[in-house]
């Protein structure tokens, strides 16, 4: 078996599900809770790392996952009971993301944010994505624990948690 990607996009699935299912579990209040920007929240961090895994795949692929392109963004967090659609919607987001391990490695070329017009291999766009989830996870733990919420137990998520849990 050659090493790929698919590891990988398999635990970050698993572990952006288990993130939501620990914030389904805290009261409403830690949803607002933040390490050091109060405007970089836990339910702002949550609907980030979801909605910007649907643009990632949008941008690999060219197939819209769970918003259509020129729609608005997913519909923000604002309360646990928010959550269940946000896992169901991550869901639909880490399967797309998941499929682009099947397309050619090729250079895309689109305008980035900013209106800067730049090439990004589909590779480096879903390792991004990869790397993307896992970073502000880690921010999620560490915005509840500032604010003395249970963090979620990173290392319950990292990839040797993941090969136990699952066997993959």
């Known amino acids: 078996m050659t090493i790929s990607l698919d590891r990988l996009l398999l635990h970050m699935a698993w572990a952006n599900q288990k993130t939501i299912a620990h914030l389904q579990t805290l009261p409403e209040e830690s949803l607002k809770a933040f390490a050091t920007n109060p405007e970089w929240f836990v ?8 909605d910007s895994a649907d643009h990632y795949s949008y941008r690999i692929s060219g197939v819209p996952a769970v918003t259509q392109p020129g729609d608005p963004c997913i519909d923000d967090v604002t309360q646990i009971s928010d959550l269940a659609r946000i896992k169901e919607q991550a869901v639909i987001v880490d399967k797309a993301l998941f499929e682009c391990v099947k397309l050619d490695d090729i250079q895309l070329e689109f305008k980035n944010g900013e209106g800067n017009l730049v090439k990004r291999w589909r590779s480096t766009i879903l390792s991004q994505a990869i790397h993307h989830a896992t970073e502000h996870r880690a921010q999620i733990a560490s915005a509840l624990e500032a604010k003395g919420f249970t963090p979620p137990d990173l290392d319950e998520l990292d990839l040797w948690a993941y090969e136990i ?3 993959l």
């Open 43 to 50: 339910a702002e961090i949550v609907h980030h790392i979801v």
């Open 165 to 167: 849990e699952t066997g």
